[in-house]
C-alpha cells in the first residue's frame, strides 16, 4: 500500500468511526490529520505522545492504545510505507469519559504546565470523541482489519509457534504457585477491610508474587488496579462514592507522571495508607438526607472551583439559609468549613507526595492566594502547610 493509499484509507476511517486520524512520520512530527477541523493540542502539549510514539516503533504492524496523564486515548500502529519509510499512524485521541475543569488543571500542575493554559486545554479536550469500553473494542478489531499487514514468511510463523509454546511452559510451570498467591491476596483484601495496619506488610508479600519483572508499564497497571479495587472496597464498607471517587482518580493520574520503580513503590505505600484511613473514618458520619447528599456530590465534583453557600444552594433549587440549616444540623459544621475541610485533605495529599509550590496547590484547589491557603490550613491542620511537609519528610527519612 503506498502512502497515497493510505492517507485515502484513513479519512475513510476518521469517518466512520467519528474520531480524528494521525499520520507521524521518522522524526515523530505529526505530517498528516483528518478532519481539516481537528484542533491541535496547545503548545505545552504538543510533545505528550512522542515517548508513545519512539515505544510503539518497538512493535511494527501492531496496534497499540495508549493513554495519556490527560485521560486521552490514541490507538498507534507502526507501519513501513513505501521506499523504506518508517511511519506511525494514530487513531484518535479520544476519550472515555468527559474530562473535568478540576481534572485539567490537577493534570497541569502535576505535569509543571502553566495553569494560564487551562481554558486552551480544557477547549482543546472538549471536541475529542467520547467512546465506552464496548465502542473501543469494537475500533480495534476494526482497525486491525483494515489497516496494511505485513506479510508474514514461513519461518516468522514458526518463529511466533515457538513463542506461544514458550509461554504456555511458563504458565504450566507457574500453576504450582497458584493457590498461594490466591491465598496471599485474600488475606490482604480481608486485612484490608478490618483496617488492619498490617494490610501495607500482607500487601509488599502479594505484590512480590504478582509482578516479578521491573517493567515500569506492569507496576502502573498493577496499582491502577489496586486504586479501582480498594476504592470498591471502600464504597462497599459505607465510604462516600463520591470522596473516593475523586481519590481513585486523583492517584490514577498521578501515578503516570512517575517515571521510576523506587518512585511508584514510595507512591503505592501512600496508596494504601490513604485508601485505609478513608476505611476507617466509615463509621465516623451518620446517614445524611438527600439533600445533604446532594450537596456533598457537587462539593467533591466541583472541588478547584468558586464554591459559595448560595452558588450551590442555585445548582440545587433550594433556599441558601435552609440548606445551610439542614447542613450544619447534619454535618456538625457549615458549608463553607466542609468545603474547606475537603481542600485541605487534597492539599495534604499533594504535600505528602508531591514536589510542587505551595502556590501551585493553593491555586489548583481554588483558593485565591497562597496566604489564605495558608491561614485555612493552620487553622485546620494547627501547624502551616510548610511544617507539614516537613513533618512528613522526616518521618519518611
Known amino acids: 500500500m503506498t502512502k497515497y493509499e493510505l492517507i485515502n484509507l ?17 522524526q515523530n512530527e505529526l505530517a498528516y490529520y483528518f478532519p481539516d477541523s481537528f484542533q491541535k493540542p496547545p503548545h505545552g502539549l504538543r510533545n505528550l505522545h512522542k515517548t508513545y510514539l519512539s515505544e510503539s516503533r518497538k512493535h511494527p504492524f501492531v496496534i497499540q492504545l495508549y493513554k495519556d ?4 486515548y490514541l490507538f498507534l500502529y507502526p507501519w513501513e510505507g513505501d521506499q523504506g519509510k518508517e511511519y506511525v499512524i494514530g487513531i484518535g485521541p479520544f476519550l472515555q469519559q468527559k474530562v473535568s ?13 502553566s495553569t494560564e493554559l487551562e481554558s486552551q486545554v480544557t477547549q482543546y479536550l472538549e471536541q475529542l470523541p467520547v467512546f465506552n469500553l464496548v465502542q473501543v473494542n469494537s475500533m480495534k478489531r476494526l482497525i486491525n482489519q483494515l489497516l496494511p499487514q505485513k506479510e508474514i514468511e514461513d519461518t516468522v510463523a514458526a518463529f511466533e509457534n ?13 500453576l504450582n504457585s497458584y493457590p498461594e498467591l490466591v491465598a496471599s491476596r485474600q488475606k490482604f483484601i480481608d486485612l484490608f477491610k478490618k ?22 508499564r506492569s507496576w502502573k497497571n498493577q496499582m491502577i488496579r489496586l486504586v479501582s479495587e480498594l476504592g470498591y472496597i471502600c464504597v462497599g464498607q459505607g465510604a462516600v462514592q463520591d470522596e473516593v471517587d475523586s481519590l481513585c482518580d486523583f492517584y490514577i493520574t498521578f501515578l503516570e507522571t512517575k517515571e521510576t520503580l523506587d518512585d511508584l513503590k514510595s507512591l ?3 496508596i494504601l495508607q490513604s485508601f485505609l484511613d478513608r476505611l476507617n473514618k466509615v463509621g465516623d458520619f451518620p446517614h445524611n438526607s438527600p439533600l445533604v447528599e446532594r450537596a456533598q456530590r457537587y462539593i467533591f465534583q466541583n472541588l478547584t472551583t468558586n464554591l459559595t453557600l448560595k452558588g450551590i444552594a442555585e445548582i ?22 466542609f468545603i474547606n475541610q475537603q481542600r485541605i485533605k487534597e492539599a495534604k495529599e499533594l504535600l505528602c507526595i508531591t514536589q510542587h509550590s505551595l502556590m501551585d496547590i493553593s491555586l489548583l484547589l481554588g483558593y485565591n492566594s497562597q496566604s489564605y491557603f495558608t491561614r485555612v490550613f493552620k487553622s485546620i491542620e494547627g501547624i502551616g502547610p510548610k511544617e507539614f511537609r516537613q513533618k512528613y519528610r522526616s ?3
Open 69 to 72: 496523564p490527560y485521560d486521552q
Open 101 to 113: 475543569t478540576k481534572h485539567v488543571r490537577m493534570n497541569l500542575v502535576m505535569n509543571e504546565i
Open 195 to 216: 483496617g488492619d495496619i498490617k494490610t501495607i506488610e500482607e500487601y509488599q508479600l502479594y505484590r512480590e508474587k504478582v509482578v516479578k519483572d521491573s517493567n515500569i
Open 316 to 337: 440545587l433549587n433550594v433556599n441558601p439559609n435552609y440548606l445551610s440549616g439542614v447542613f450544619t444540623k447534619e454535618r456538625g459544621v457549615s458549608i463553607t468549613q
Open 10 to 26: 484513513l479519512k475513510d476511517c476518521s469517518i466512520a468511526l467519528q474520531t480524528p486520524v494521525l499520520l507521524f512520520n521518522e
Open 268 to 270: 503505592e505505600l501512600n
Open 395 to 397: 518521618k519518611e527519612e
Open 162 to 174: 515457538e513463542k506461544i509454546r514458550k509461554h504456555y511452559q511458563k504458565f504450566t510451570q507457574s
